[in-house]
């Protein structure tokens, strides 16, 4: 009932089973003060051509994330649906208001996106658009590509995400589409195992899954827009649903990572936060790895930050200013390879 | 009178006149509603000793930029007042609530440091504690080091930046203190004659003014923060307060740039902005500069910026997001010196 | 149970079984910050005499809709009690906390009244309003009375609407009691079968369901209070509950229309909307209907707007001011009777 | 000082003196914390051709007035600089922050730009633009235009808006730019002698003034849009700055009204207003103007509000909630002439 | 499931199944725009020597109640565990969040944590905190001990607070663990069978259960902290988990009361409350309780507030300004002894 | 002129030459969003009759002290003109939006109302309310009553408050006053100077100036208001405007204390602030007077802080929860009296 109650209140302005190119939108239903019988128009595009696979390729999750909503934009405008071999489904945009204010989460209802999945028809927006993704593209599809970056409060090695598969035939589909997108370095990422994001959401409903991360801190990189404009086109091709000469080759397989439950560094005092190294330096567990700066009390020392495990500096934290509980780095370790 | 109005409403805990090693605070008065007979606590300290020139030194003039409140308040407890001859007053979080919250401007009322000297004793909070910094310090001073960065909205070269001078000869100190910072470009920054900046209050008051540009992007940049320790305590070594060994040797002068009234790339458009080249590129006007792209109307086709001026790209929009009138780029020209 | 936890946290002043008239409240808890251990005093009040139906009466759904409120407000001053026959149960302000901030949606959790029924006892203050209303209040009722306005941004034709029965009687039942009130038109309107609606609830517990649209704009029209006095008179007569000669007598049936999928005109664009046409002007779907203009951008030719059905302009926006998925204009079409 | 200061910081992309069409904006500096070196693009552009008067056309003084910077937006597209004799200033969107937040005051500085007039070239945004047009474009005008609507507040009768002049000649020019309007009604509002207003400004600058009030709610009115077009081209035409076939016949002068001190209706209790007469009703000192409804307590009888002054009913609030303090209705009496 | 759900989600730094002194937290994931991969630290610490009772001690889940937050922090620090047989289990800021706000409800998600057991681990922060409380640290525990106070809105009488238990066996230890406390009285608080409580989900999870209520006004008294301290070290004692001698002998067992459902005194005005009596005073139903004052209307007559039930006042409404539904006061009724 | 602008701009309901009782308001005009013509209503009443002094009394300069306007109001209603020999100007809610939102400062434009005086007729709304009591009021006065609390964050022994004379007559006839008021202590507190507050803008006009502490912590003290009710009235007896009878009889002369620079304790942590004594005990400078606890971060040691200067303990910060720069305790100081 619920995937009834979600199409029939969200309709969408493109005909997902047409051939050809379509861009438009769904419509969620949203009675504001200022617009009593509006709606918030999420834009999705469809290219669809003869027999093939159907991805689904999502950008703007998280509304401060650019690299993967312009190259989806630029793929919707500049593909031709004679050379698809399947159906693209674009969703460039997907948490349409937190795009719009520039916001990780909604500003509607102050949801993270990805943290909300599968949704609910009958909750508030970032709930129904999750819920329309969930119950409705996600059952028209074979493979789900979701593009982020490191938004404002992160600075993160541009890299492709592996989503722990649920079965081992789902994780080799996944080790093997982020292998395709072409970046130095892969990772995997399963979040403590929390099943409320679009990737694990897409995961238990059966779907090949590649995410990413794209550098970040909010602002848009031009070598992070370079290898996601290569790399989603990597990814077609590796698929079969673009021609394979769409493709950039790429020299060498990614280096595997992934985030153990000691990957992070979280500062327990209100500063400023100096970093010592750069993105890619190889730590140890123990290493310094940053000082908390009290800039307001002169005369009070530094605070020590230390690393809690071995391996890369994935990401940073963007903002030097600090309060307990903030994410300052981020360490990627080898990942010994585990079937799930 | 102003002065003694200042002075009479801002107790400070520190002695100027006093030698030896002090850190303290002025206090602005500040009746707020969960605070009715409260202060702001602006920091302060003094390192005073001997014969020598009087040097006032500033961070946090905008409260989202940290290496020069990090470099300051290292000098203030590391410095032995054996090894000073003069007075070195430093002011390290001038802003001190904007600073606290990490704005740019404060979040009591509103107002730009920068965009607010010489200040009122009368006024709000902002224009108290300029009213103190102009009335009460900037009388005791001989020269006037003040630490910027970027701030959240720009990605700048580290460089020293020369206010110019009221006479040739405060113009020559000016660009000479520059010269000693030992940042690989110096830039004449005038701000279109704006009389409100704390360099420009300070030229008028007849100091010698050095002002600096470290990175950005409300970030702590390692390499900018290595330059901003080497550059003040070469400056203070130029000026003859600390021993001369205290300097690191400059292998050349800076290369010496300006901003003309064509520097700044404004943006007419609402959508999210991708910069073509690297802060350092030589680029030309009429270039193109970059790109702004709607990425919740995939369809539509993106606009191009272009330079407005021969250089080098010195700065930099960080986020992405862009509205009309947002700065997006700027561009430096090599500076013809000219005496004032 | 759920009931039994409504009725045991929520205590109202008035009781519902005694006759004559009752003026009271009944109270939400409500622990906030500012007021520990308070309640949300939703007003109620009861008029009841002899034998007849028990007829709830609601206002102030929304907050920001004002000719339901008034009229109620009178009938419970100036209704004698002697002249009713069964139970009137007035719930003249029902999302209080809206009605004070003169807001569509309850300033305390941000929910829209009207897209959360049938609520929740232990959800927060909208939702355990509606839980009272629908766990206490409708399995006492045999007819639901719902008056709304367009709100702060509609202006829409003083007109009854009519809730689709669940059963053919419950249907002829609601075509009934519209048609009664005495408006020049009555509109079928189904919400997309969205459940959340209070009178989708009523209806869903078996009682006949009335509603109204009341012109809008945020303010008291003098011609649709006019109406809704006479309106809800006449429907209280229908119903036997007040004597016939308390009806105004009614020249004509109203015209019957519904809203099709296609009745919203929705904006694409950022700017200003020009209406074309006046409420009640016969219009074509492809015909013309209003202009987007880019006023901060006077070169910008302005964006053409269309209707999508055929019919009559029932609805218009009242804020110039419009951004991507607004609804501008409301197109009612005749109505062709179904049976649901 | 003032001037040189103003257009220093202030920068056009248009050149005043130059003939021909040209559309662009004046960039007044906003350091931001989003936007460290941006501004705030005003819109302006200019039309001139051969000999004739030079006219400053304004909108958006308010951010919610629509009917003017429609108005302006079309003559600046639609008008052939051969069909000028003279030069038209137009600034259609002056308020430029508060019209892109469709709100009557800056949301930078929450300035009512028609309160700050003669503006401070070193104040906050509202006071930097208002004294860029003071001090550099009232000195190239002879006549000026300030186009208002009732904005969100307020719906008030579409009609020319007489500011008093400060001669008999300036008054007397005033009336007759009025006059040519051709508005059915035509108004001298003094504003009790407030010099804060830009028509104030204007008239003190020596120029001859005109304006209107162009009905309101925050909507965009058809039937005052229709004569805002009209009645902005009769005016012009009545210059002699555009051709006399521009300009529509009128069939007979305004009816001339003022605003005595007694025209207000305030109100002092909180509640929701029932106003009694349409706009034009001829009504008379003491008679019932309204009721004040208190919604949320139903046994509470409301409240009447009388008129204090004979006329018509010149304005009406829209948002029918209200505080005290609030103004409810505005009469217009019949202007006796008196010079100035 | 659920408890897996939460132990996976939210690790803790702590290891509460060792034996010593321990003081951490537990890392509750918050990804936010200012902190994609943080954690909303909650402070915890264990003490835990040989045998004898786990003993939950829980302040802060109001952000605005001090003297137990103070309390268990001198407890954590001084506490020597070798005099400790059992275990000690603290949460003395247990909405982390809230307390750093300073104020009662979470500014995250605006929950209110004592209206959200037993939490939901996939929910907003408060109620993920909650879920990690009732369903890791509840089955842990065999006494939870909850310390309030009044908070910002109230004052109330320093006293233990009665949980009703939900057997004869657990009511009879929640009321001796109340008498152990020594406070002058004791109050049988059922907030009307709501579960969403701290208190009652630990009673649902079979803990003997006792809670304070401590002044308030959100300040910390002198008197209250001083019994606060007295009281939790008597209940240790009389758990046996700290040594007889912790304990400071009281004089007579408190005098019983509890809150009926007439011991608020609810205010139906908008205006500035006037209270007649002093904390516990003795008074009856009917009796003049205080009075609302119109300071805005001097002419307006003050409203009487009478007292609904007999008893002493045993709370206060510390702010003056009141709006309709506010608590102005509330009456402790002596207990009759029922058991549940 | 400025006095003439301020009459010009704001017209008052009451006319202060007329003998009687009249209550109204002088209407402040404020050109809001939501109400373009409206006021801000600020009450004004007036009791006159026969001959003797005039006397204006203030309360609600702040809007969370409520001991004043309580008193006021209650005068107002009360006092039988014919009882008055003089005049009684009585503003009890000066800062009218404050006192309406009960906030220390005005939610129009942020500013205290007593760090504003004299006011500016042409600034925003608190400015324009100070520049009519300043101009047009304080010229018709000989006596001046500003009756404050310590407000929201204060808790203040409530006493008489002596505004230091201007000459040697003028503090003479101040202390007389304040002596007359009855309350146990008097206190001499000169702000340091600043000459923004309403008493000392009213002693620069040259009128007798008595203020007051009344308790606060935004509750109203039955204790202060009762000492209030008397005071006043003994004040008005002491002038001669109500009959002797009227005067409570007092046992003995205030104890004088003053306020000295080293009066305040001003915090420099970031915690919960526990306060050692009672208000009224006798302390010393250096002892301790407080400790600092950080309530989130248990294994913390508290901060203690210590007097700094001898005396009582006059104030306390009721607030538990501090930051950097919070004054938490007041320190008055026997005075030995010395002529200004």
């Not at 309709?11 to 239903?29: E, L, R, S």
């Not at 027999?51 to 703007?60: A, D, R």
């Not at 130095?184 to 779907?207: E, K, M």
Request: proline share 9%.
């Amino acid at each position: 009932m619920e995937r009834n109650t979600t199409q029939q209140l969200t309709p969408a302005t493109v005909d997902f089973d047409k051939p050809g190119k379509q861009i438009g939108a769904f419509h969620v239903p949203f009675s504001a003060h200022d617009d009593a019988w509006g709606v918030v128009p999420v834009p999705v595009a469809v290219i669809s051509n003869g027999k093939g696979p159907t991805v689904i390729l999502e950008g703007g999750n998280h509304g401060d994330e650019y690299e993967g909503p312009i190259t989806l934009g630029e793929l919707i405008r500049d593909l031709d649906p004679a050379s698809v071999s399947g159906r693209l489904i674009f969703i460039p945009a997907i948490n349409q208001p937190a795009v719009m204010a520039a916001q990780r989460v909604s500003p509607i209802d102050g949801i993270n996106m990805n943290r909300t999945f599968p949704g609910d028809p009958l909750g508030t927006t970032t709930r129904q658009i999750a819920a329309f993704v969930n119950d409705v593209l996600f059952p028209m599809g074979d493979v789900f590509i979701d593009l982020h970056s490191g938004g404002s409060s992160l600075d993160i090695i541009p890299s492709a995400v592996i989503e722990p598969g649920k079965s081992p035939e789902q994780h080799e589909a996944n080790v093997a589409a982020a292998t395709a997108f072409g970046a130095p370095i892969a990772v995997v990422i399963d979040n403590r195992g929390d099943p409320r994001t679009a990737t694990a959401s897409a995961a238990l409903a059966g779907l090949t899954v590649i995410g990413t991360e794209m550098a970040g801190g909010g602002t848009v990189s031009i070598d992070a827009l370079a290898l996601c404009r290569r790399g989603v086109r990597n990814v077609l091709a590796h698929l079969g649903v673009v021609p394979r000469h769409f493709a950039t080759p790429v020299e060498k397989p990614p280096a595997l990572f992934e985030l153990t439950s000691r990957a992070h560094v979280i500062v327990e005092d209100d500063g400023v936060f100096e970093p010592i190294h750069r993105l890619g330096t190889e730590v140890r567990a123990g290493e310094l790895a940053g000082r908390i700066h009290f800039i307001t009390q002169p005369g009070r020392k530094p605070v020590d930050l230390h690393y809690r495990a071995d391996g890369i500096v994935y990401g940073r934290r963007q903002p030097g200013r600090v309060r307990p509980g903030n994410c300052c780095l981020v360490v990627a370790t080898p990942y010994e390879s585990k079937k799930p």
